[in-house]
């Protein structure tokens, strides 16, 4: 009993920081978040991990805010969707994010069918999947008529572990900082996808109509 009261203990303590975070404003300032982050590891969806989630679904209940989640090479997406939806938060206001990790078309539809979002945010992260793949496997979503329940991003930052990104003589890191910007999407992805038969209509959903209707409901 005394584990389980430290445990709830500990949810509430999350989900308040999260609240006030949502409603008042980030530390000593105004700025107040729009969206709810949790993450999970390679290995699985740990104890503490588990806590996090919840709280995040108590903060997201109690003020609407949607949630995004972070995979390890796009696994345990369907283990986070399932404990967030278990603690109440709706389907579609999530996001499985950097599910591009994987090319696992089953594991994306289970996901889909229970109503969340995917989100595809890593193109021109070179160094953890090819471009290739991420983009035949978003145009085997978009076959399966999936595109309105898809997002895309390329997770581009600014600083890496909270220091500035370092200079790499690494070929391949090199490579991949080279493409990794805002206008990657635009000027090499979105022609694959319309090589590869995705329609202007589909991509304007990706591109507009879905993250508006993410942040809107």
């Known amino acids: 009993m005394a584990r389980r009261g430290r445990r709830l203990w500990r949810v509430a303590s999350i989900a308040e920081l999260f ?14 978040a729009g969206i709810i982050k949790v993450a999970t590891g390679a290995h699985g969806v740990s104890a503490y991990e588990r806590t996090v989630l919840e709280a995040a679904a108590i903060a997201s ?11 390890d090479d796009g696994r345990f997406g369907d283990e986070q969707q399932l404990i967030l939806t278990d603690a109440g938060v ?11 990790g994987t090319s696992d078309h089953a594991y994306h539809m289970r996901i889909l ?12 992260v070179l160094v953890v999947q090819d471009d290739e793949v991420r ?3 978003l145009l085997a979503l978009l076959a399966a008529g999936k595109e309105s329940q898809l997002v895309v991003s390329h997770d581009s930052v600014w600083c890496w572990r909270g220091e500035p ?26 022609p694959k ?14 591109l507009e109509e879905n993250p508006r209707r993410f942040f809107a409901e």
Do not use: N
């Open 135 to 137: 983009v035949k496997s």
């Open 113 to 124: 069918e229970r109503g969340s979002y995917l989100g595809f945010d890593r193109f021109g």
């Open 193 to 206: 996808l319309k090589a590869g038969g995705a329609t202007d209509v589909q991509i304007t959903r990706l």
């Open 19 to 32: 609240i006030h975070e949502l409603t008042r404003g980030i530390g000593d300032t105004d700025i107040r």
């Open 61 to 71: 209940r109690e003020t609407g805010a949607p949630i995004t989640t972070h995979t």
């Open 165 to 190: 990104i370092p200079d790499t003589h690494d070929p391949g890191v090199a490579a991949m900082f080279s493409i990794w910007t805002p206008t990657h999407f635009f000027e090499r992805i979105i």
């Open 90 to 100: 709706p389907a579609h206001r999530i996001i499985i994010g950097h599910s591009c």
